[in-house]
């Protein structure tokens, strides 16, 4: 309390009377105390996986759109108008007059947008990974985003997963980090603090260079007696990082931001947990990735929720609100009705931004977000999202589902020996950057 630290700090007469703790060494080391628990002896994440990339930033929200009729509908309006910067919205790293390299890297630059044709077909068009568990469409065109990351588009393939986080930056109670298999937003995470935290798992679009320091995969073969692979490293942090036991247990540790992870000594361990993050990923990549024999690449398991009536698809009808009863378990999109959606559910969150909720204001009548144009008003003339949003009720339905055989897991992890963050090796300068994008 206010009373509480004011009569401290009227027993204060010098620096003798004040217990004080080790800070970490270093310039860029926060000026904050370090736990003396065994956390601060484990590897950081990012010196396991050293390099991290920022994700895309538009700087203009048009681009961006639910469904891909969307985006069709909004580059013919803008190509149609007669000063096509006003709808544009330029800024000082885009301008519609302007030429800008391809993101592949080629030594041809695209046309500005104020020379194109009318007729001039849309960019590609591709998934996007815009918030924690939402997937939505974009074009992904340098010409129409300031910032899309060459080196991320030069990287992708179909084995390519990210993992985002806040690497420097303070979590929120929930997961400490998430996967998707599209390429993320900035802001991807949480919707806000984006910066460099992306983890690719590979650092090339065929999957053959592993995001691994040198060295990390040879010592923990070494130690486990078998060989490791990077997928299984990246399944392992991820089981531990993606369970809100490890925000809660470390609440204080991480006032230091970074994660750190906690290798255990036991290559059985090692394995269960390996083998349970490979789950998760599959079911957070809404089956993309890591996808288990007998099942389809894309194919969500079915889970409890389930749609009880259908909103309706007439634009008259296009939802302009939604409202949870916790009693009845029922969410209420419009006119439509979904059952069974649990509590734990609707609640899930990511570091303050509740996944459920954060989906479905991004598509109402009157979205979520700031309007950068007169084409953001372009919106669905139909609801079609119902099928959507199953599947994300349904992936989340089985995360909640699996949250207590992650906690034993943990529970376990904690209880064993661990591998110091000394035995393993420091990344090396060329690590940290990154492959070099071609330009």
Known sequence: TSEGKLKQLAEVDGFADLTWQTCPDGWMAPFLPVPDTPYMAWPLLTDLFPWQENGMQFSRSWPIGEIKDVLEKRWKTLLSASERSKLFYENGN??????????DGSNAKLPPISKLPSDTPIPAVQRFASRSFDRKWAIIDPRVGDRLRPVLHQTYGPQQIFLTSLLTEVLGEGPAA???????DY???RG?????????????ATGTKANVTEGVLSLLSGTYGRGVT??????????????SRYVRHFWEELRNPGPRLPLPKDGRLFSKLAEAGRELVWLHTFGERFVPAGKRAGEVPSGKAKCL????????????????????????IGKGRFGRVRREVWEYGVSGLKVVNSWLGYRMKKRSGKKSSPLDDISPDSWQFDGELLELLWVLDATIDRLPVLAN??????????????VFPTPTDTER??????L
């Not at 998430?178 to 993320?184: D, F």
């Not at 990077?230 to 369970?243: G, K, P």
């Open 309 to 332: 009536v259908g909103t309706p698809t007439a634009a008259a009808d296009y939802p302009e609100d939604y409202e949870y009863d916790p009693s009845t378990q029922e969410l209420r």
């Open 433 to 438: 950057k990154g492959p070099k994008p071609r």
């Open 178 to 184: 998430v996967t998707t298999a599209y390429i993320p």
């Open 192 to 204: 806000s603090f984006g910066g460099a935290h992306v983890v690719p798992l590979w650092r090339d």
């Open 187 to 189: 802001h991807h995470f």
């Open 94 to 103: 885009r301008k519609v007059t302007k030429q800008y390299p391809p993101l």
């Open 409 to 422: 897991l943990f529970d376990e992890l904690m209880s064993a020996d661990h591998l110091p963050a000394t």
């Open 230 to 243: 990077a997928e299984e490293l990246f399944a392992f942090a991820y089981a531990v990082l993606a369970t």
